[in-house]
Nanobody, 114 residues
Framework: QVQLVESGGGLVQPGGSLRLSCAASGISFTSYVMAWYRQAQGKPRELLAY???????SYVDSVKGRFIISRDNAKNTVTLQMNSLKPEDTAVYYC????????WGQGTRVTVSS
């Protein structure tokens, strides 16, 4: 079974930073492009960023320059460094393979508010 466990969310002030982590198990981690998604209340889940097995990255415009996706293949983890956070970043954040082919974890909630 594929297990994806996100952590690191919380309440942060606008302009602040958070570092999210995703621990993967039950998957041949190094064989997959990994991605971060988020779902704001009342909105569909959206892709934010992905990182290839070789470390190439891609971001949607709304987070480009503020968020950094990385992976540690030795630890089967994917991280999302979130900087210059805005209230519109408030959402539940999820990791998955690119395309969302694995079962979804519980996500980790990020609230950006003053």
């Amino acid at each position: 079974q594929v297990q994806l466990v996100e952590s690191g969310g919380g309440l942060v002030q606008p302009g602040g930073s958070l570092r999210l982590s995703c621990a993967a198990s039950g998957i041949s981690f190094t064989s997959y492009v990994m991605a971060w998604y988020r779902q704001a209340q009342g909105k569909p889940r959206e892709l934010l960023a992905y990182i290839t097995t070789g470390g190439a990255t891609s971001y949607v415009d709304s987070v480009k320059g503020r968020f950094i996706i990385s992976r540690d293949n030795a630890k089967n983890t994917v991280t999302l460094q979130m900087n210059s956070l805005k209230p519109e970043d408030t959402a539940v954040y999820y990791c998955n393979t690119y395309g969302g082919g694995s079962s979804w974890g519980q996500g980790t909630r990020v609230t950006v508010s003053s």
